[in-house]
């Protein structure tokens, strides 16, 4: 969960995490999290928002409540301070849960030629 104006690094941030990602994974995989990432930048709400994720429940343990009792805390802290929610996804399944918490798609494209959805929460 990042707080509003913290979700994008800045230029030296991904100046200076570049050099640590590529001798990690090689040029090709590294310009493969450039090009994710920048994707998702590109549907960055405007307007501050808290960011959630990438998060998961590991999947044995789904079903069990993790995930609700995880967004229901998400949830109140974001309405506390009247701030938009938004998180990404890339899984039909996880539209239908967030939507369950308020979130609505706002945007839908293919990153890395996989489909993701954009969600919004709006502050209450």
């Known amino acids: 969960m990042l707080a509003p104006g913290?979700?994008?690094?800045?230029?030296?941030?991904?100046l200076t995490l570049a050099p640590r990602i590529v001798?990690?994974?090689g040029f090709d995989a590294a310009a493969k999290v450039r090009s994710w990432?920048?994707?998702?930048a590109r549907y960055d709400l405007p307007q501050p928002h808290w960011h959630l994720g990438p998060v998961s429940v590991d999947a044995h343990l789904?079903?069990?409540?993790?995930?609700?009792?995880?967004?229901?805390?998400?949830?109140?802290?974001?309405?506390?301070?009247?701030?938009?929610?938004?998180l990404e996804t890339d899984k039909p399944?996880?539209?239908?849960?967030?939507?369950?918490?308020?979130?609505?798609?706002?945007a839908s494209a293919a990153v890395l030629d996989t489909p993701?959805?954009?969600?919004?929460?709006?502050a209450r």
């Open 62 to 86: 789904q079903g069990t409540g993790i995930g609700t009792r995880l967004m229901n805390e998400y949830c109140a802290r974001v309405d506390a301070t009247r701030a938009n929610g938004y």
């Open 93 to 106: 399944t996880n539209v239908t849960f967030y939507e369950k918490f308020g979130f609505e798609t706002i």
């Open 37 to 40: 990432l920048d994707q998702w």
């Open 6 to 14: 913290q979700c994008q690094p800045t230029l030296i941030e991904k």
């Open 116 to 122: 993701n959805w954009f969600m919004k929460r709006s």
């Open 23 to 25: 001798p990690g994974v």
